[in-house]
């Protein structure tokens, strides 16, 4: 398949080495070029350029998106249209490529769109599912996933630099454990994987800690009720043990 990439940054510029590698040939389109001819065109510019770039492609267009948060009306007028958006972070290729073997990948469209989607899914070797329902709670979920992951462990680093840990080193003696965690809330349940004083119900060690951001970090006190609220609620559902049990 002929594709032509719209936009080649993080993302475009790192399926533009990925594509040819699984026989598809690749042709990048720049902004103010001539569109090149193509069996399927992929935007993969910034969410806020798809529409303006979608207006201006022939009709007849097979036109793809790489956006977590957009649905299909951007990519009006066109009537085969769809959106293949893998559920990874792409740093560019300069930094580095991703695993790409099983990646998931949100694919949504027309018939026609959608299996040209998974088609070029499988051939990446991403594992395609289907989001028909709001892109808002996709993507949302993929923020929380993703960003928040990185910023509760920017949040925890903190904490953890409070204690007297060098701040270089504090991300990287946390993430054996923040990994750990993730992998097992994904091979279990997060209700089953859930650990420490929500886990116990030790309400004490738990009042300590807020004892502790009051006095030094009240920055991260919201934070940390925020989700100490949603650990109880897990620890609820796994029937885990309370204080007040």
Known sequence: MRIAIYGPGRLGGTLAQLLPKAGHEVVIWRRGEAHPAADLRWLTVRDASIAEVAQT??????????????????????????????????????????????????IAGTPKALAAARQIADDLGFSPFEVPGDRRAYHAAAVMAGNFATVLLACASEALVQAGVPAEQAPKLLAPLALASIEQAALTSPAKALTGPFARGDSAVVQSHLELLTESLPHLLPAYRALAERAQRLAAENDFPSDEG
């Open 57 to 106: 492609l022939p009709l007849g267009a097979l036109v793809l998106h790489a956006s977590g948060a957009k649905d299909l009306q951007v990519l009006a007028p066109h009537v085969e249209c769809g959106s293949l958006h893998p559920l990874q972070s792409f740093p560019g290729v300069t930094r580095s490529v991703p695993k790409i073997d099983g990646t998931p990948a949100a």
